[in-house]
Every structure is written in structure tokens, then in C-alpha cells.
């Protein structure tokens, strides 16, 4: 995939949540995906820490659920 563009002028796991939100509104993330930080650092290149700072904001949105010992998933419609 090459090296992201980072804009400098903006906290990576900003970016990288950016990414992932338009993945779930555009269906590339059904409902149901796991997105874990393993994930997120293997694609992006980051530290665990912006890993999880992203998939914090994602949670704080309302758009990713996280069960304790299986991870953090798209959330479905109720």
C-alpha cells in the first residue's frame, strides 16, 4: 500500500480514525468488522498508543462497540 500521507499539521490517530469512519459510512466496514489495533498498526505504521487513541474516538462516536477479551467491532443497527 506505500507510505501514508500524514499532514503534519494533524495528529496521526485523527487521521487514521478519519480513514476508518469513511470505511464504515461507505459499507467497506460492515457492520460487525473487527477492527483492532493490531490491525491498525500493522496497516498504518504506528505506535499502539495511536492505535488505540483512534479506536477511542471511533468508541467515544458511537461507531465501533468494544467487548472486553474479543476486541472492537463496527457497530450494527439495533
Do not use: H
Amino acid at each position: 500500500m506505500g507510505e501514508p500521507k500524514w499532514d503534519p499539521k494533524r495528529p496521526k490517530w485523527q487521521q487514521i480514525a478519519d480513514v476508518i469512519r469513511q470505511r464504515i459510512q461507505d459499507g467497506t466496514y460492515p457492520p460487525d468488522t473487527l477492527i483492532s489495533e493490531s490491525r491498525i498498526q500493522g496497516e498504518w505504521g504506528v505506535a499502539k498508543m495511536t492505535a488505540r487513541k483512534a479506536v477511542a474516538a471511533l468508541r467515544a462516536e458511537g461507531l465501533l462497540v468494544t467487548t472486553p477479551g474479543m476486541g472492537s467491532f463496527v457497530k450494527g443497527d439495533e
